[in-house]
């Protein structure tokens, strides 16, 4: 973890091939879910994404064949440290430079992340306990269901936070204001309620240990689309690896309401 | 106007006929922008919105050839009041129903409108001079460049609203906990600094008469697709006429944002 880089720094670390989760990475700038598929499913995935804006806020949408864009200064192809490359659906690959991978064709969403709001989680002295303990967070595939889009459907992913019982209206209230980036829980408490039978193995990232008196409290998840490429079984559709995220050069505070 | 009718009543009503703009019309439900196009653009004007989230906060897309969803149990070919038909990007004809230039691939948008936070304006103590004055909302294009997506670009559309000086404050807090329907102002004070030359000539809607102390304030508007319409010449387009709104479903508090 390096809090205090700079993103292009961060990217060119990536770049070099360096594998890591990027939760407490370059306090203060925006992290992004990565999915990218060719043009014509495009509308399709676009139109799953404004019909869930919850799991999947948009911040950008790059050209067909963009590898940069507003947000970054840098290649979507090599910036990430880790990507999974999906054929059909089913996983194939999972790499740190997906060049070989690209054609002109292909759409790269750029989707809001979690991870954006744990800084302010810090600083209204809520703990988050998967970076204190320097693991992924843990995701877990939901029995809700997104509204579909055409051929795009599939399950909501969720992150999950341990809190202190105590300050869960806290870290409701810190990030009910940062709508593109999840917002406020989709759920505080019985995992259950969301078809989730284990916390102990999460469907993505790693399995984080609860303090005494914590709470899980879930969150909508940028991995959502993942899930819909699984069942949806495009022919080819590139992401990142849960919890191994794009660092854009945006700041946190564009995308926190002040109302 | 008709302030306390259901949303379901007063589209039956213009279905049948009546032609009027629809500021203050069923209080506490949210109004809609339409523009609808045929499904082989609609990939670059959804795109052309999420670049541009200020003035074309997608409410909903209808599935190509839908003609209701689930904001609105009617049809949107039929249930506004009065409608713009724009061929090659002129506009064709001006009308109360639209059925006979639908086709099954057009694709239909509906937009945030300010209308939805006039409500909670004037509960907050902001007088809404053109409701009062019982005419539409006077709109302008700016001198402000919309991010283009593909083929659509075109200039920020505003609507103005005579704001009392000392209640600007107010109109501002008021309406940015709002974003889906425009959120806070994008200019506050001189029109010049829009591009705007005479408040007294708006593009579209009425001339309001501001009173003794008001500041003319502006927010990004739902007609902005329609100027890219003009500017990037599609076929086809369909879209209400300016301030002639669709009445949805939805309520307004759906659209309000609590942080």
């Known amino acids: 973890m390096s809090s205090t880089e700079k993103p292009a720094h961060a990217r060119a670390r990536f770049r070099d091939g360096l594998v890591t989760p990027t939760a407490g990475w370059c306090d203060g700038y925006t ?3 990565l999915i990218t598929v060719p043009r014509d499913l495009a509308w399709d995935f676009l139109l799953f994404a404004q019909r869930n804006p919850q799991p999947c806020p948009v911040l950008d949408v790059l050209d067909a064949g963009a590898v940069a864009g507003p947000l970054l200064d840098g290649d979507v192809r090599t910036d990430i440290p880790l990507y999974r490359v999906y054929l059909d659906g089913e996983l194939a690959a999972e790499t740190t430079d997906v060049r070989e991978w690209w054609r002109d064709d292909l759409v790269s969403f750029l989707i809001g992340c979690s991870f954006t709001f744990e800084r302010a989680l ?25 509204r579909s889009a055409g051929a795009v459907s599939g399950p909501l ?14 870290a409701v209230a810190v990030t009910a204001a940062y709508p593109a980036v999840h917002g406020a829980p989709v759920h505080v408490g019985d995992p ?40 949806s079984r495009p022919p080819l559709a590139i992401a990142h690896a849960p919890g191994h995220m794009l660092i854009t050069d945006a700041r946190d505070e564009d995308y926190r309401l002040t109302v």
Do not use: K
């Open 31 to 33: 992290q992004a879910n």
């Open 122 to 146: 810090g600083a209204a002295g809520v703990p988050v306990r998967h970076v204190e303990q320097g693991v992924n967070v843990p995701m877990y595939r939901t029995s809700r269901r997104c």
């Open 157 to 170: 992913v969720v992150s999950m936070r341990p809190v202190p019982a105590a300050l869960v209206d806290t």
């Open 192 to 231: 259950s309620e969301l078809g989730i039978t284990d916390l102990d193995t999460p469907d993505y990232g790693d399995a984080v240990r609860p303090e005494p008196g914590d709470v899980p409290v879930f969150w909508a998840c940028g991995v959502t689309p993942q899930a819909a490429v699984v069942e």
